[in-house]
């Protein structure tokens, strides 16, 4: 019952447990149970990758690699704090 402006999609991942918000002329937004939206190569970095059987990866919404794109460099890892490296 919510008026918007961008007519948007979400999905559900049952497996990975994250919703992807897909809209027009924009990359899909990977919304993680935590941490800030990110993008799906960095789901399929942190998890997708991971599901082996032809039963996980059938019911995984997020193993086309055409929609995902290429992994992204920082994709794999938590996000890490801004290190200092002592610029004085
Ligand atoms: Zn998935």
Redesign the pocket.
């Known amino acids: 019952m919510t008026a918007s402006s961008t007519p948007s999609e979400v999905q559900r991942?049952?497996?990975?447990q994250?919703e992807i918000e897909s809209c027009p002329g924009r990359p899909d937004t990977v919304m993680f149970s935590q941490g800030t939206p990110g993008t799906r190569s960095k789901?399929?970095s942190r998890?997708?990758q991971f599901?082996k059987t032809t039963e996980q990866t059938t019911?995984?919404?997020?193993?086309d690699a055409d929609r995902r794109g290429p992994q992204q460099l920082g994709d794999a890892f938590p996000d890490a704090p801004t290190i200092d490296l002592g610029a004085s």
């Open positions: 991942c049952p497996l990975c994250v789901l399929w998890v997708c599901l019911a995984c919404i997020n193993q």
